[in-house]
């Protein structure tokens, strides 16, 4: 079973960081980029960034760029989204999707991905 388990998630104050993780099972990770997703309440579903199948390539939403960094380890079957400078418009409940196609581009158009976590929660005061 193809499976994605986020971990990490919590609350902080402004300012502060967080670091998540996601489990990857059920397929080989190597072959497909991987994407973080949020989503606020009362919103839709909004990119955060994206790093290629194999070679690394990343890439961050305006929002976060310069703040967040996303990487796997092939290895381990994991990927990671540090998250530093946090501010209350960060908060959200996180997911971590799997794209569709192997060797897909690097986009964060939901439709392209077929694979996502359960989800895990961000809060972040000021």
């Known amino acids: 079973e193809v499976q994605l388990v986020e971990s990490g998630g919590g609350s902080v104050l402004a300012g502060e960081s967080l670091r998540l993780s996601c489990a990857a099972s059920?397929?080989?990770?190597?072959?497909?980029?991987i994407g973080w997703f949020r989503q606020a309440p009362g919103k839709e579903r909004e990119g955060v960034s994206c790093i290629s199948a194999s070679d690394g390539r990343t890439y961050y939403a305006d929002s976060v760029k310069g703040r967040f960094t996303i990487s796997r380890d092939n290895t381990k079957n994991m990927m990671y989204l540090q998250m530093n400078s946090l501010k209350s418009e960060d908060t959200a409940v996180y997911y971590c999707a799997k794209q569709t196609k192997p060797f897909g581009s690097l986009q964060l158009g939901p439709d392209q991905y077929d694979t996502w976590g359960q989800g895990t929660q961000v809060t972040v005061s000021s």
């Open positions: 059920g397929f080989t990770l190597d072959d497909y980029a």
